[in-house]
């Protein structure tokens, strides 16, 4: 067995361990408490589970929202309600971050990271089609996509494009974040307050309509890429930077990394073009966001998701109070009052935060024009939702199913119909097994 080190004992998930690393030397010498960090390659969830069930020296953790509802039915997680200073700044956090730190009436977290999709264009590639402004609606995106095809735009390798579209409906252990995304962005509820599913019948059947655009858009109109069922987020991110492709929906903070000449072809060559040393300037807006197209015009909302830090339930006794000024640290603010980490994060690599005050921020707005639209980050974050069912205990024998039957309707395999009813009976079946 690990034996347990004198500091607190903190795991996470492998993104950006230097920097990580570097925000808790920070709090090492603001609050003078050792911290013994190690950073979890591959897996996350699964090289987690053993570690809890075997009760190895392990005070507080990185927790994904997806996994939350199954690590506190198994006990592996401690609730932070009664420590000092829980919940003094959850005003300021946004209500579906609050939210999914929260199971069964209690606390678990601080916020380590949020982010939602945003509806992403290429404003150059619409030019050459004679499009003014973005669609609003999922048939204004397919007409666009057609006339796209039918000017024969050309990416910036003088390739003409042959889907504007490309989605990542690749199967992942965080789901088919698009699906959703596209589901909310139309107002779709797709369970109820008892996590029963009303798919295929829900309002205005509009689960099966959005699958069935995608399928058109697939099969009939040819501007959606087949190949989106073996495309991840990252794919599609970096087909945006160079330019193959006109739309996409990606993670809010990626548009920084699609817009930055260090990563982008298509940014480098206009900033160069324009005269602007790296020196001058680092980013070129030529990938813009919009609210996520719906089937009907007024309608808005995307998927968010949150990560947060958490303390195990076995977290020592004699490290519980530095663990907690750790998890404060990280997730919440410094000695100063300053969300420090959340700020960091952002500055770095353009993560997002969940506290609300931080959007009014003059640092970050600035910033935040550089790459992106404050005003249109602070509009649709009023319409961000989580998985409605993300919390169910059952969620992630959940994810396993509906994905592979998501792809099946994508290749007409299956109708939309057959598919949701599918998806619909196991979410039932689930549900009754788990009690």
């Known amino acids: 067995m690990q034996r347990a080190g004198n500091g607190v004992i903190f795991k996470g998930w492998s993104f950006e361990p230097d920097l990580v690393q570097e925000n808790i030397d920070a709090f090492r010498r603001q609050a003078g408490i050792q911290v013994d960090y190690a950073a979890i390659s591959g897996n996350y969830h699964d090289k987690m589970v053993p570690l809890f069930i075997g009760k190895t020296p392990l005070d507080c953790c990185y927790v994904r929202d997806d996994h939350l509802g199954e690590w506190v039915e198994a006990g592996w997680l401690r609730p932070i309600d009664d420590l000092p200073g829980a919940g003094e700044d959850n005003a300021n956090i946004f209500d579906y971050n609050l939210d999914a730190m929260s199971y069964g009436g209690k606390s678990y977290g601080l916020p380590y990271y949020t982010d939602f999709l945003v509806w992403t264009y290429n404003s150059r590639l619409l030019q050459q089609a004679n499009i003014d402004k973005p ?59 008892e996590l029963d599913p009303v798919f295929p019948d829900d309002e205005g059947n509009r689960a099966e309509k959005i699958l069935q655009w995608l399928v058109d858009g697939i099969h009939k109109h040819g501007i959606i890429s087949p190949g989106s069922l073996n495309t991840g987020y ?57 609210p996520v197209p719906s089937l009907e015009p007024g309608l808005n909302g995307t998927l968010g998701w949150t990560r947060m830090y958490g303390l195990t339930s076995h977290c020592r006794d004699e490290k519980l109070s530095d663990a907690w000024m750790l998890m404060k640290f990280l997730g919440g603010r410094d000695k100063n009052g300053d ?97």
Request: charged residues 30%.
């Open 234 to 290: 990252r794919d599609v991110r970096d087909g945006m930077a160079a330019g193959s492709q006109a739309f996409a929906l990606i993670i809010k903070y990626d548009l920084s990394w699609i817009n930055d000449r260090d990563k982008s072809i298509l940014a480098e060559e206009q900033l160069s073009s324009r005269g602007i040393t790296p020196d001058q300037g680092r980013y070129a807006r030529i990938n813009r966001m919009a």
């Open 135 to 193: 669609a609003r609606t999922l048939d204004e995106v397919t007409d666009q996509a057609i006339r796209i095809k039918e000017k024969r735009v050309r990416t910036p390798g003088g390739d003409v494009i042959e889907y504007p579209l490309v989605f990542g409906f690749r199967q992942l252990d965080i789901g088919l974040n698009d699906w959703w995304a596209l589901n909310y962005g139309s107002g779709v509820n797709l369970f109820d307050k």
């Open 339 to 435: 969300y420090y980490t959340a700020r960091r994060w952002f500055k770095s690599v353009g993560l997002g935060f969940a506290y609300r005050s931080l959007l009014d921020d003059p640092e970050i707005i600035g910033q935040t024009q550089q790459w992106g639209d404050i005003d249109i980050i602070k509009e649709q974050a009023r319409h961000v939702r989580a998985r409605e069912n993300i919390k169910a205990p059952w969620f992630a024998d959940f994810n396993v199913f509906y994905q592979p039957e998501i792809q099946k309707i994508l290749m007409r395999q299956q109708t939309p119909r057959d598919g949701l009813a599918r998806i619909a009976k196991r979410c039932r079946e689930l549900k009754k097994e788990w009690g």
